[in-house]
């Protein structure tokens, strides 16, 4: 079983519309979740954090549901420029000097929003 | 702009070359990370530094070797490379707290070896 499992995808959709994407992880310890962009031979960014309580930024919303080690990412009123990889991220890579975890890699989900 | 730079942001070398990729990070983080990303895959971890130490080596053959010059500066000496080890290479930095925030990734050093 991967680690940190993902939809492939693609996802295409048309502008305008809502898409969420969902993943889950093996480890019931991992403290911290993220969602990340990818674009086309481009690095990963940060798009987002993801909290316990679930959280909002802008058109992007993330939950997390610890009990069922689950993440999901929901995106509304889809826009051309959406279109990338996301990749789900967790803490769940071998413990460095520090006590804390690497993060670990999810497959990530094509996105492609189409006019 | 990307507050983790990474040169050169290409490279082409043969099999029997050595070669270097530089990273560096100016927003005082203290753990930074090499990551390897092959097309369509994830990233996957390859080296981290912890306060300038190293912290991780996830079985990496020896022809990659990193070096960290000071909390600034990352490096990865490449030698007797093979073509499976063409990829992306990503260099990251983040703080050290105890709730992780996320990873700051360079713009990578694509890399094909011929």
């Known amino acids: 079983r991967k680690e940190v499992e993902q939809d492939p995808g693609p996802f295409n959709v048309p502008e305008g519309a809502t898409v969420a994407f969902n993943c889950t992880y093996s480890?019931?310890?991992?403290?911290?979740f993220f969602w990340y962009r990818q674009d086309c031979r481009k690095e990963p960014k940060l798009l987002m954090s993801?909290?316990?309580s679930g959280n909002e930024d802008g058109r992007f919303t993330a939950q997390l549901n610890r009990a069922s080690q689950y993440i999901s990412l929901l995106i509304r009123d889809s826009k051309l420029s959406d279109s990338a990889t996301y990749l789900c991220?967790?803490?769940?890579?071998?413990?460095?000097?520090?006590?804390?975890?690497?993060?670990?890699f999810g497959s990530g989900t094509r996105l492609q929003v189409q006019p | 702009d990307t507050e983790v730079t990474q040169t050169p942001k290409h490279l082409v070398m043969g099999m029997t070359n050595k070669k270097s990729l530089k990273c560096e990070q100016h927003m005082g983080h203290r753990a930074m990370y090499w990551y390897k990303q092959k097309a369509k895959k994830p990233p996957e971890l390859m080296f981290v530094y912890s306060y300038e130490k190293l912290s991780i080596n996830e079985s990496v053959p020896s022809r990659f070797s990193p070096e960290c010059p000071n909390s600034s500066l990352l490096n990865l000496h490449l030698h007797a490379l093979q073509p499976e080890d063409s990829a992306l290479y990503l260099c990251a930095s983040s703080q050290d707290r105890p709730k992780e925030e996320g990873y700051t990734f360079g713009s990578g050093t694509r890399l094909t070896v011929v």
């Open positions: 993801v909290y316990s």
């Open positions: 480890n019931s310890a991992s403290q911290s």
């Open positions: 991220v967790v803490n769940m890579g071998p413990v460095m000097d520090t006590g804390r975890r690497a993060l670990t």
